[in-house]
C-alpha cells in the first residue's frame, strides 16, 4: 500500500470515527423541504389536547381503594398463626397507615387543585377587563 492509499484510508477512517463518536448523528439527517408536524409553539398555540379534564380518574380511586383493603386484610390474623403467639385484630399500625393516607392523600388532593382551571379562568377574564 502506498503513502498516499494509506494516508486517504487513514482520513476515511478518521472522518468515520468522528461521525459516530464524535456527538454527531450516525447516519446522516434526511431533509425534507416539507414540513412535517407541528412545532411545539403551533401545539400549544392551537390548545389541541389541552381541554380540561377529571383530576383523578374513579378506576384509579377504586385501584388504589381495593389495594388498601387488600393491604389491611393481609395484616388480620387469619393464617400462619401460632396457637402460643396470637396476633390482634387492631394495631397502632393500623392507625398509623390511617394518618398516612389521610395525611398524604389531602397532600395529593390540594396539589391535584392548586391550579383549578375554573380559578384559573376567572383571572384571565379579570385581566382582560383592565
Known amino acids: 500500500m502506498s503513502e498516499k492509499e494509506s494516508l486517504s484510508a487513514q482520513a476515511r477512517e478518521d472522518a468515520d470515527n468522528a461521525r459516530l463518536f464524535g456527538g454527531g448523528q450516525s447516519r446522516?439527517?434526511?431533509?425534507?423541504?416539507?414540513k412535517h408536524g407541528m412545532s411545539d409553539a403551533e401545539i400549544i398555540a392551537s390548545g389541541a389536547g389541552l381541554e380540561p379534564s377529571k383530576r383523578v380518574?374513579?378506576?384509579?380511586?377504586?385501584?388504589?381503594?381495593v389495594m388498601v383493603l387488600i393491604a389491611y386484610g393481609l395484616t388480620l390474623p387469619f393464617w400462619g398463626d401460632r396457637v402460643d403467639a396470637p396476633r390482634p385484630w387492631f394495631t397502632w399500625?393500623?392507625?398509623?397507615?390511617?394518618?398516612?393516607?389521610?395525611v398524604f392523600g389531602g397532600f395529593v388532593y390540594a396539589m391535584t387543585m392548586l391550579y383549578d382551571p375554573k380559578d384559573s379562568d376567572e383571572g384571565e377574564s379579570g385581566d382582560d377587563k383592565k
Open 28 to 34: 446522516p439527517k434526511k431533509t425534507s423541504p416539507d
Open 57 to 65: 380518574p374513579r378506576w384509579f380511586i377504586a385501584i388504589v381503594v
Open 93 to 102: 399500625g393500623h392507625v398509623a397507615a390511617f394518618a398516612y393516607i389521610v
